[in-house]
Nanobody, 123 residues
Framework: QVRLVESGGGLAQAGGSLRLSCAAS????????MGWFRQAPGKDREFVAA????????TYLDSVKGRFTISRDSTKNTVLLQMNDLKPEDTAVYYC????????????????WGQGTQVTVSS
């Protein structure tokens, strides 16, 4: 039983920045993969980024590489997504997700999801 709570979504102009936060609570574990998916209206949900709690290894969607950075704070059971140089196509609901069966983001298979936070980028 894991609860994931996202925060930090909102409005930004193209070229601006936002930072999303995901805090995990409940029956969490020290070994996990945590990351983000997003879904825009009329589009499928897509993977954005993930990070290993053990190694810190990260994986990114190609279109966000160099703009988004995922990081972790194990002392707070929190994962951050720093989003820079935002583009209108980044507009979506962003969902935090956690996988406690793996420790390598290449195997990211979320079993827990947050409620989502809206990110809107204007131009």
């Amino acid at each position: 039983q894991v609860r994931l709570v996202e925060s930090g979504g909102g409005l930004a102009q193209a070229g601006g920045s936002l930072r999303l936060s995901c805090a995990a609570s409940g029956r969490t574990f020290s070994s996990y993969v945590m990351g983000w998916f997003r879904q825009a209206p009329g589009k499928d949900r897509e993977f954005v980024a993930a990070i290993s709690s053990i190694s810190g290894h990260t994986t990114y969607l190609d279109s966000v590489k160099g703009r988004f950075t995922i990081s972790r704070d194990s002392t707070k059971n929190t994962v951050l997504l720093q989003m820079n140089d935002l583009k209108p196509e980044d507009t979506a609901v962003y969902y935090c997700a956690a996988d406690y069966a793996h420790s390598d983001p290449i195997w990211f298979s979320p079993g827990y999801w947050g409620q989502g936070t809206q990110v809107t980028v204007s131009s």
